[in-house]
């Protein structure tokens, strides 16, 4: 079924407008945020992700654009021991000063995840000839390196600008950062990832046959 221009541009705008819609859901409600003792975990990078794939890499980046604004209202408004790393207006431990590289890390990785995922959806789907099985897999990597784009950028970008203050929080030496910020990673860039995969599978699957009729 084919849609001309205006119909398209229609449906994209009310596409877009759903994703923000779910991350505003997921950000300021429990289910989106996964408060764990020095960082919340969170799933609110899936519809950044979905909006991505289905409406592009520009659209994912405007949806990127509020997860990060969502990440900076949570750790302004209900800071934790790590939100200077995502707002300058939480001082650094031992300063009354926050920093404006803290905007660096709150919006640049978030931005990235629906870009990277797109390319690399759309790259898989190249290569493997938009096969049923090649769309399942383009999925699962497209979340796989939006989700590890989200965590390893983010947690990157404090090792290399607030590496000081982390140690600072941590109550650990500043060599022993590198290795705690690997173990934040895996316990919950991974717990992370898998729901990425799962949740972006099964509904971008969906959304994808949809498109394909000309329903969304």
Request: aromatic content about 10%; glycine content about 10%.
């Amino acid at each position: 079924m084919k849609v001309n221009r205006q119909t398209a541009k229609y449906r994209d705008f009310v596409l877009l407008a759903l994703f923000a819609a779910i991350i505003l859901l997921l950000a300021f409600t429990p289910i989106g945020y996964i408060q764990l003792p020095i960082i919340k975990a969170t799933i609110v990078h899936v519809p950044v992700i979905l909006g991505a794939i289905i409406l592009g890499p520009k659209k994912g980046a405007i949806l990127g654009v509020l997860f990060g604004l969502t990440s900076f209202i949570s750790n302004t408004f209900m800071p934790t021991a790590l939100s200077f790393a995502f707002s300058p207006a939480i001082p650094l431990p031992g300063t009354p000063n926050g920093s404006i590289w803290s905007l660096f890390i709150c919006f640049v990785p978030r931005i990235l995840v629906g870009v990277f995922a797109y390319y690399v959806f759309a790259l898989c789907q190249k290569l493997m000839k938009k096969s049923t099985k090649g769309e399942f897999l383009s999925l699962a990597l497209g979340a796989l390196v939006g989700s590890f784009t989200n965590t390893i950028l983010v947690m990157g970008s404090i090792f290399v600008i607030f590496k000081d203050a982390y140690a600072a929080i941590k109550g650990i030496p500043a060599d022993a950062v590198m290795g705690a910020i690997l173990a934040v990673v895996g316990a919950n860039g991974v717990p992370e990832a898998v729901a990425a995969i799962v949740l972006t599978v099964a509904i971008g699957k969906a959304l994808l046959g949809l498109q394909r009729k000309g329903r969304v």
